[in-house]
């Protein structure tokens, strides 16, 4: 069992940047992180590949960026943000093929 926390999202004029971090409760986990826009299913933002590389969805390519300093906390550096990137935005921690989330924090982008 891990509980995650995720902070940083708020409301921001498009265009800006947010940064978002995700706190887990314990270490060997793969972190990652996914948003989800009301009416649509769960994106994939920033996942780590079998080789520990981290993959971005083609719609934040080159805008976000996520990073991890340890083993408990990821960050998602957010630029550029547009209006389509309002969404809830949750961190995952999985293991064994078994997934974890956060109550996610909540992005807004106004045009």
């Known amino acids: 069992q891990v509980y995650l926390v995720e902070s940083g999202g708020g409301s921001v004029q498009a265009g800006g940047s947010l940064r978002l971090s995700c706190v887990a409760s314990?270490?060997?986990?793969?972190l990652g992180w996914y948003r989800q826009a009301p009416g649509k299913e769960r994106e994939a933002l920033a996942t780590?590949?079998?080789?520990?590389?981290i993959r971005y969805a083609e719609s934040v390519k080159g805008r976000f960026t996520a990073s991890q300093d340890n083993a408990n906390t990821l960050y998602l550096q957010m630029n550029s943000l547009k209006p389509e990137d309002t969404a809830r935005y949750f961190c995952?921690?999985?293991?064994?093929?078994?997934?974890?989330w956060g109550p996610g924090t909540q992005v807004t982008v106004s045009s």
């Open positions: 314990a270490s060997n986990f793969l």
């Open positions: 995952s921690a999985s293991r064994g093929g078994v997934y974890f």
């Open positions: 780590r590949d079998s080789s520990g590389q």
